[in-house]
């Protein structure tokens, strides 16, 4: 309401997105600084924060985990890992590839382990919601960086391999969340629900994939177009 009544001027949305602008008379607040290191901090559950621990990293930057769990003395990140941002543009990200790293910071020699699970650019990760923080086999992710690609990708962290389902080059593919088939199903055992964008006829659908295969189970036609989101939730019936 503010805005309405002139108290907040809303940007024009083209200078609004030129880089080094100005968003609400202010300049832009994040830019990349090579000299400052990055870390993982770690707090127990029942702790406060005198009890953080701090372990280094890789200089990096992560918008989205796709699960952590304990491992015995270790603790399992698996983190989709740009390499800087907001360094040369500051409407990233588009400071080089988006990969699936795994993290396993060892809380006994005060280390952390990287490594590369997978290259390919891509965001969004999510797993089945029932093991957060648990130990999980199953990832999804859509290829991507800047914008959505045409691929969903999944992973298997036991086999450590990946399966990816491609969907044309006229399709986007959104945020795809899993919902298993009963509440005590396999983790693989169930759907994945996301939206596709086509460019051809601009407007989207929500797909119904089997999990296990990435094979259609159903398509709902929309008849617009459902701008790519993400961090959507599968909310079951009467809640």
Sequence with gaps: ??????????????????????????????????????????????????????????PCFVFHPMNAYDDGDTIVLDVVRHPKMFDRNHLGPSEGPSTLDRWTVDLADDTVRESRFDDRGQEFPRVDERLVGKRHRYGYAPVGQVAFGNTLLKHDFFRKSTQSRCFGTEKQVGEFIFHPSSPDAAEDDGVLLGYLY??????????????????????????????????????????
């Design 1 to 58: 309401m503010s805005a309405l009544v002139g108290r907040v001027r809303i940007p024009d949305p083209i200078s609004a997105r030129t880089p080094n602008s100005k968003i609400y008379d202010h300049p832009f607040p994040y830019s990349w600084n090579p000299k400052h290191p990055a870390r993982v901090g770690v707090m127990p559950r029942d702790g406060s924060n005198a009890d953080v621990r701090w372990f280094d990293v890789e």
């Design 198 to 239: 086509d460019r051809s006829t601009d407007r989207s659908e929500l797909a119904i994939l089997d999990a296990q295969t990435l094979q259609d189970i159903a398509s709902i036609k929309l008849p617009h177009r459902v701008p790519a989101g993400c961090c959507g939730n599968w909310v079951p019936t009467g809640r």
